[in-house]
């Protein structure tokens, strides 16, 4: 009983150590907008999938035909056309370029909108919401709301 429970227990430390494995919780903003720089809404024009050519041309090489590596979102260069700053310096009808990744992060198609977290310890990292999630609405209220004190 006792060597059963071990074994799932190290089953389950490798599961959480190995990120490459799996996800245990999609990457949303946290409650607290003091630890973002920036908070603003945008559509997104463009996107650079930076790691997606090496990785696959690796699967490629050695005859695997694998298009998605893990859960974890690779990090991906987007280019974001800001339509209204809720926090921050970010300057409206400008472009902002970041970088998204992240466990469960959505890849943007061009043209989506969304609402923009860029954390302040890493000013290129940004945690998105986009228009078409279903907690975009209550980060959205939540965001006018932190704005208005």
């Known amino acids: 009983m006792i060597m059963k429970h071990f074994k799932i227990y190290t089953l389950f430390l490798i599961l959480i150590s190995n990120s490459s494995l799996a996800c245990i919780q999609k990457l949303e903003p946290i409650n607290n907008f003091d630890r973002y720089s920036d908070i603003f809404l945008g559509e997104v024009v463009a996107i650079n999938n930076i790691d997606y050519i090496k990785i696959r041309k690796k699967y490629l090489a050695k005859g695997k035909n694998i298009r998605k590596f893990s859960d974890i979102t690779l ?23 970041v970088i998204i990744s992240g466990c469960g992060v959505l890849i943007p198609k061009i043209y989506e909108e969304g609402l923009f977290f860029i954390e302040k310890r890493r000013k290129n990292k940004v945690i998105p919401v986009y228009k078409n999630e279903s907690k975009y609405t209550k980060y959205l209220i939540k965001s006018f709301e932190v704005r208005k004190k």
């Open 75 to 97: 990090p991906h260069s987007v280019t974001i056309l800001v339509t209204h700053t809720i926090k921050g310096e970010v300057a409206v009808y400008n472009t902002k370029k």
